[in-house]
């Protein structure tokens, strides 16, 4: 039991090493400046293209890595630059739904094109192809297992 505690610590530290080192890269890429926007920003831009429709806020978190309340603030400030907008939920009324402008989808395709450049120059620089592939299937069943 406590090799496997310690495998499982020393597998989850360098997850979060390879993450952290990455993120580091990325953040310092010009297409940020070049663009005006943050990462944190792009993020929720992509999560909601990847999404194909508008979402709810909840749904967005599943995707974007922060609270509620700083995401609530983020999609106002993105809001506020045109780039989404908010509209009623047909299915709750209660609820409100997050959708790209087309402005807002154009500045994502633009950064997204140069972000997945440098997605491939770092991380399918340093791994084969088969190891590409095994990183993809290893990462899905982290998330797909149940908690």
Do not use: C
């Not at 609270?67 to 009623?88: F, I, K, M, N, T």
């Amino acid at each position: 039991m406590a090799a496997d505690l310690a495998r499982a610590n020393r597998a989850w530290e360098s997850l979060m090493t390879a993450h952290t080192a990455l993120l580091r890269e990325f953040a310092e890429e010009p297409v940020w400046a070049e663009h005006g926007l943050s990462m944190r920003e792009y993020d929720v831009l992509y999560t909601l293209a990847k999404h194909g429709e508008p979402a709810r806020i909840g749904e967005l978190r599943e995707g974007v890595l922060l609270s509620q309340p700083a995401l609530s603030r983020l999609v106002d400030r993105l809001a506020a630059r045109g780039l989404v907008e908010r509209a009623g939920d047909a299915e709750d009324g209660r609820a409100v739904r997050v959708g790209l402008t087309p402005a807002g989808a154009d500045l994502q395709r633009a950064v997204g094109r140069s972000h997945a450049r440098s997605v491939a120059r770092a991380v399918g620089g340093a791994l084969s192809a088969e190891e590409l592939d095994e990183l993809e299937r290893l990462t899905a069943k982290l998330v797909a297992a149940p908690r």
